[in-house]
């Protein structure tokens, strides 16, 4: 067996509640895979997401790790994502998840690990950027798209779910929240310019999608340096009806009621909302969204 090009320190995050409980296996796996080929290897993965970003930041504090592999979906991702940012550290995602759309954005395998092991000998990187909420605690980040509204509503109702996965759970959340949504009022700033409008939802996106593959954000680019913000004015739930499922494709951004800014800073606001990014509870409103340009390094497949 070769040697790889490159040999590198790497700490694994599985998180045991994603694949159906699949994702530990897939770690073992991959330490397998990973020590064969003479990278060193550091199980970074826990019972609870709080315990692996504790064990991971004091990974990274002490250089034990210059690659973590997140084994998982889009929450396990978060959490890599932003340990991982602005240190230099490399991140790999291995999908493992209900919906994978930051690891779908970015080219990440799903469930492949011999495609995994070869990403890390590679030694292949690239930057890209992250979304920063800032706060006095420190900076929060997000990988993908950052809402605050009825996709709230959706995503707290599709964990209640859990017979269902990825898109139709999330198809089916919709159609429980959508009969009594009245639509939210907003006040956002996208550098200078202003909108203050009842909307359905408010969608900042670093990346494009969300929910399972939904287009979002379709022209969203994770290394342009830019949000791009997807406000959906008020409109009626049979035009809702009608315009949701263009959202897998990207169609939706030619209704009227759809309006795309883009820009390097947000602030959104809306009374007693709180958002949610990368599928996961996030934030309360309001926020000051930045972009962090460069602020993560990615393995490249």
Known sequence: MSAPLTT??????ANPNSGRHGASALGAQLTTLLRRDGHEVLDLSAADLDTARSRSL??????????????????TAHLAANVCAETGVALGILAAGTGNDNARTLGM????????????????????DLGAARQPTGDRYFLGVLGGGFDTLVNDRGKTLRLLHGTPRYLAAVALEL??????????????????????????????????GMQVCPNADVADGLFDVMVLHKIGRME?????????????????????LRGRQV????PGIRSQADG???LPLPLQLDVAAGALTILSP
């Open 58 to 75: 004091a990974a990274i504090a002490s250089d034990a790790v210059d690659t973590i592999v997140a084994i998982g979906g889009d929450g």
């Open 179 to 212: 009969p009594r949504f009245r639509g939210i009022p907003y006040a956002v700033r996208v550098d200078d310019t202003v909108v203050d409008t009842t909307a359905m939802l408010v969608a900042v996106g670093n990346g494009g999608c969300f929910g399972g």
């Open 8 to 13: 590198r320190r790497v700490g694994i995050i």
């Open 109 to 128: 395998p799903r469930g492949d690990v011999a495609a995994m092991a070869r990403m890390v000998g590679t030694g292949a990187t690239r930057q890209i």
């Open 280 to 282: 996961e509870d996030f």
């Open 267 to 270: 602030t959104l606001d809306s």
């Open 240 to 260: 809702f009806l009608k315009i949701f499922p263009k959202v897998f494709s990207g169609g939706h951004v030619t209704h009227p009621a759809v309006q795309i």
